[in-house]
């Protein structure tokens, strides 16, 4: 992957320094910064694309905070490309900013890369820790997927004003080649392959099992299921025709390994969506997207495996729990209050069949005395970490603080396997 990205870069490289420069130096610096601005659109395509080839070996997890991290530096490329265009072009004809950018405004390409700033500029204040957290994860979400809109403007705006992509036949091939990947590949994970798996497995609820009051399984069956490729610790996008809107999605992992007959999701009731799932109707339909993820077996390197989870959290690790078959477990799971321990008997019961040992870890952290997650209370409970293969999958400020103590006390970073449940 680091090689097909690197390859890339020198490429672009390679065709900015053959076009030649601009009209001065400022626009041979914007027209710089614009190259690379299409660039990273083009890498942010594939890493929304839920490709399964990344996704198996990356995990959703590590590529949203990729994404996320692309997203802003494509921000402030667009925006140093666009100040630097106005800027180059006032120098050019002698007049103020303000003038050249009226000027600009009425021509069709550029205004058109106006939109497309102006659009990818709202999307990353929106997106910023603050707004974000003020905002509905729907709310968000909708807005988010303006991107789109903003990647189609930029496209017919590169159409229109490129020289660099123009200079040669190769560039020119090189180019399309380039965007039909990316575009291809969005299309594919994002639309070809979900519709195809639902048209082929029909997807239906077959069960609806309360845990508690506030927690409830739903269990999933349809044709096919054995040809799913999905494994104990992923998880789907899940919707409800009927349930919600069809733009709303829930993301749960698999709280039972997948056994070819059906599927199991268990949830907590943390918002209307996941509140709304006891009462799903018997046989009604389920549009599944996934399965995702790399919290699974793929990954061990060590004989040992140590799973931390924290609250509802643990459905993942519930469903590792059932499909380990080898090796020494132990689970550490962190929850306030046994009563809100998702899932607990189950997971005794998998503990108890594995040969494996199960700490459960309840009050408050703040009366806990030393942190549960430190260093030196995990190394109390599980003397030979180091030796083992660590999974978390929890609440963010937990996976935090787990992963915190792991590298202090310097377990290998290939032998530890986060998955944030931070959309929970």
């Known amino acids: 992957m680091w090689a097909f990205v690197i390859a890339n870069v020198a490429i672009v490289e390679g065709l900015f320094l053959s076009a030649g420069s601009g009209k001065n130096d400022v626009l041979t610096v914007a027209k710089f910064f614009g190259v690379h601005a299409a660039l990273l659109i083009l890498f942010q395509l594939l890493l929304v694309a839920r490709l399964p080839w990344l996704d198996r070996r990356i995990g959703m997890d590590r590529l ?3 994404h996320r991290w692309v997203g802003f530096t494509l921000l402030w490329t667009v925006l140093t490309h666009a100040t630097l265009v106005v800027l180059g072009f006032a120098v050019l004809d002698d007049t103020s900013m303000a003038k050249t950018f009226v000027a600009l405004s009425g021509v069709p390409a550029s205004l058109l890369g ?6 990818i500029l709202v999307i990353g204040v929106i997106s910023t820790r603050p707004l974000r957290r003020r905002l509905r994860y729907e709310v968000w979400h909708g807005l988010h997927t303006l991107l789109y809109v903003a990647l189609g403007l930029a496209f017919v705006h590169q159409l229109l004003e490129t ?9 020119r091939a090189y180019w399309w080649f380039l965007w039909l990947f990316a575009f291809g590949a969005l299309l594919t994970g994002r639309v070809v392959v979900p519709v195809w798996r639902n048209a082929y497995h029909r ?8 845990e508690s009051d506030r927690v409830v399984s739903v269990y999933v069956t349809g044709r096919h299921l054995d040809k799913l490729p999905a494994r104990a610790g992923q998880f789907c996008i899940w919707r409800f025709p009927g349930h919600n809107h069809w733009w709303l999605t ?7 390994a997948p056994d070819g007959r059906g599927l199991r999701l268990t949830a907590k009731a943390v918002g209307d969506a996941s509140a709304g799932l006891r009462d799903l109707p018997v046989g009604s339909r389920a549009f599944v997207e996934g399965p995702y993820g790399a919290f699974t077996s793929l990954h061990r390197t060590r004989p040992g495996a140590l799973l931390i989870a924290g609250g509802v959290g643990i459905t993942p690790v519930r469903a590792m729990l059932e499909e380990q078959s080898a090796g020494d477990v132990v689970v550490l799971y962190r929850v306030r209050s046994e009563a809100d321990a998702v899932l607990l008997n189950e997971v005794r019961h998998l503990v108890a069949l594995r040969g494996g040992r199960l700490h459960l870890l309840t009050g408050r952290t703040a009366e806990a005395g030393a942190p549960p997650f430190g ?10 970490i180091t030796a083992r293969d660590v999974y978390v999958c929890g609440p963010p400020a937990m996976t935090a603080a787990v992963l915190s103590g792991l590298r ?12 944030r449940f931070g959309l929970a």
């Open 250 to 256: 829930n993301p749960f992992s698999l709280s039972a």
């Open 163 to 171: 020289t660099t992509f123009t200079s040669s036949a190769f560039a």
């Open 375 to 384: 260093p030196e209370s995990l190394y109390r409970l599980v003397p030979d």
């Open 64 to 66: 949203t905070v990729w």
């Open 203 to 210: 997807f239906r609820v077959a069960a609806v099992v309360p």
């Open 114 to 119: 106006m939109w497309a700033a102006a659009t």
């Open 408 to 419: 202090a006390l310097r377990v290998p970073a290939r032998q530890v396997h986060a998955e």
